[in-house]
């Protein structure tokens, strides 16, 4: 099947299934349709989909697609068999328990659900800083989603239980909708608030002169084509001890990750971002004016650093820098 016409015809589909307690209304509450003869055309529908999506050869994208169209399959088929509309009913319930599985699962099979999604939306969050703490972020939103399908089913059993076909379209059909569009206009706005607590890189810029940091002058101990070797220290003015702690200041990591990158760009000539970090050790606190001596050696696509004391052993940081393009 060509692949134009499959992605048409899950179009629909997706269209049909948010439809759905709609269709089952109209057709059989208002225009009293024969049910045998509406859960054949359900069938015949679910047929097509569920060939269409078959039909894709060595993907695996469709999978939950797949369970969506055979699960209504299986209902069309038991409700020509039984003769029963409350059998059409069940879809909105099977589905929460679909996603309800298919979220908690990966509550115990890290990483989690909408730690996936957020990882398709943006590559850049695996080995950046703050990837730990958006993995236990959208673990919790896991968690509340999981809460919500089970809430949710469970309302929607009652409505099938309750033998009423308005009280069932009504809810099915617009009230869950309306809460699924509060919960995602909710997560997003706590989203943002978490987003304005976690450290954020500046901005990066490869111009050899610009002053960064609150750093007036760093002083080259060894330079060659591919290794610098600087000593520095960092005022109690720099910005990048705000918010870091009142009453006891220190640099923090993603402020010394922006000192590597910026001065590799300045005398390594990589002008690019960090793609991400690994191996990195932060061993000991960097105050404000304790002599530094940063050692940067650049290898094809990496920069391995290393920040001490220039007066004793000390080892403050350690690790490699992965570039991007």
């Known amino acids: 099947m060509p692949s134009k016409l499959r992605s048409i015809i899950k179009v629909f589909f997706f269209i049909a299934a948010a439809l759905y307690p709609a269709f089952i209304f109209y057709f059989l509450v208002v225009r009293k349709i024969p049910l045998r003869l509406f859960?054949?055309?359900?069938?015949?529908?679910?047929?097509?989909?569920?060939?269409?999506?078959?039909?894709?050869?060595?993907?695996?994208?469709?999978i939950s697609f797949l369970w969506n169209s055979a699960l209504l399959l299986g209902l069309g088929g038991?409700?020509?068999?039984?003769?029963?509309?409350?059998i059409l009913k069940f879809y909105p319930l099977l589905m929460n328990i679909l996603f309800l599985m298919s979220f908690g699962s990966t509550l115990f099979f890290p990483p989690s659900m909408i730690f996936r999604f957020a990882v398709i939306q943006d590559k850049s969050i695996q080995g950046s800083l703050n990837e730990k703490r958006i993995a236990a972020y959208c673990r919790k939103v896991t968690v509340v989603w999981c809460g919500f399908f089970i809430f949710n089913g469970s309302i929607a059993?009652?409505?099938?239980?309750?033998?009423?076909?308005?009280?069932?379209?009504?809810?099915?059909?617009?009230?869950?909708?309306?809460?699924?569009?509060?919960?995602?206009?909710?997560?997003?706005?706590v989203r943002k608030m978490v987003q304005k607590k976690m450290p954020k890189n500046i901005p990066l810029s490869a111009a050899e002169n610009e002053r960064f940091g609150g750093i007036d002058t760093e002083k080259i101990i060894e330079k060659t084509e591919n290794s610098v070797s600087l000593e520095f220290f960092i005022p109690d003015t720099s910005p990048y001890f705000d918010?870091?702690?009142?009453?006891?200041?220190?640099?923090?990591?993603?402020?010394?990750?922006?000192?590597?990158?910026?001065?590799?760009?300045?005398?390594?000539?990589?002008?690019?971002?960090?793609?991400?970090?690994?191996?990195?050790?932060?061993?000991?606190?960097?105050?404000?004016?304790?002599?530094?001596?940063?050692?940067?050696?650049?290898?094809?696509?990496?920069?391995?650093?290393?920040?001490?004391?220039?007066?004793?052993?000390?080892?403050?940081?350690?690790?490699?820098?992965?570039?991007?393009?």
């Open 39 to 62: 859960s054949l055309f359900v069938v015949v529908f679910a047929l097509i989909v569920f060939i269409a999506g078959t039909s894709a050869k060595g993907r695996t994208k469709g």
């Open 157 to 189: 059993a009652w409505t099938i239980l309750s033998g009423s076909d308005t009280l069932w379209s009504v809810y099915n059909g617009l009230i869950s909708y309306i809460l699924i569009g509060l919960l995602f206009a909710g997560e997003l706005m």
């Open 78 to 86: 038991l409700c020509f068999i039984i003769n029963s509309a409350i």
């Open 243 to 325: 918010g870091h702690f009142p009453g006891l200041p220190i640099l923090p990591a993603v402020a010394q990750t922006e000192l590597i990158i910026r001065f590799a760009a300045r005398y390594l000539k990589t002008g690019i971002d960090p793609l991400e970090l690994k191996r990195v050790k932060f061993t000991n606190l960097i105050r404000p004016f304790t002599p530094l001596l940063l050692k940067l050696v650049k290898k094809e696509k990496t920069i391995s650093f290393n920040i001490r004391s220039p007066k004793n052993e000390t080892v403050y940081s350690t690790g490699t820098v992965i570039l991007g393009e």
